[in-house]
């Protein structure tokens, strides 16, 4: 199936995120750091609109130089942060499409879950949403790639059989992700059950599958 045109932009947009790193080589205890200085200040309740490279520099105690040498500015650095503040992302089995859809939307069960224990990222979250510019890069680099990771997972159903044929991957993907994102985001009061993924992935496929499988 034929690549959109957003689907190559947001391909563009990971490997100019992913090439090599700018300046001298990385040094892990620096941006560690630097990554936990961050932290402290918004466990601090510093505001994401008050965290200057200045003062995140003190904070980690290095050079406004060091900081720059790795990131071009405070929303690279930010969404570093989330995802180092997040749960890793998982690693698909890659046996069928029913069990990778399932490690996906687990991966966002427990999203959520952190979501709603940890303060950094519930309040810096809620702050990103009023930052467009941080948001666009959040979006990049961490969303984008995950919505690309379950277009592969449905596409691949499709190409073994799992899945019909006929069926618009784009809204699908949506349609498998929206179920787990309103218990986990938009009804931060509801519950999220260790079988939630497993339940979202079988009732959808119940009406999915091609005719005689």
């Not at 090599?20 to 402290?40: D, F, Y």
């Not at 520099?57 to 040498?69: E, L, M, N, P, S």
């Not at 919505?147 to 073994?160: A, D, F």
């Amino acid at each position: 199936m034929k690549e959109t045109e957003s689907e190559v932009s947001l391909a563009h947009s990971r490997a100019r995120h992913e090439g090599p790193a700018r300046g001298r080589p990385r040094s892990e205890a620096v941006e560690r750091a630097i990554i936990e200085g961050v932290m402290k200040l918004l466990e601090d309740g510093v505001p994401l609109g008050e965290l200057s490279i200045e003062r995140i520099a003190r904070t980690a105690g290095v050079g406004k130089a060091t900081i720059y040498r790795r990131w071009s500015g405070k929303e690279e650095l930010f969404v570093d942060v989330l995802r180092a503040a997040e749960p890793p992302d998982p690693e698909l089995p890659g046996v069928s499409m029913r069990g990778d859809l399932i490690v996906l939307l687990e991966s966002l069960r427990q999203r959520g879950l952190l979501s709603r224990s940890s303060a950094i990222l519930h309040n810096v979250h809620a702050q990103m949403k009023s930052s467009p510019k941080l948001w666009a890069a959040y979006d990049a680099t961490v969303i984008a790639p995950r919505r690309l990771q379950g277009y592969e997972v449905l596409r691949r159903g499709q190409q073994n059989g799992e899945l019909r044929d006929d069926i618009d991957i784009e809204l699908l993907n949506d349609m498998f992700v929206g179920p787990m994102l309103v218990r986990a985001v938009l009804r931060p009061e509801t519950e999220l059950p260790e079988d939630l993924a497993e339940r979202i992935v079988d009732i959808l496929l119940e009406g999915l599958r091609p005719a005689g499988r």
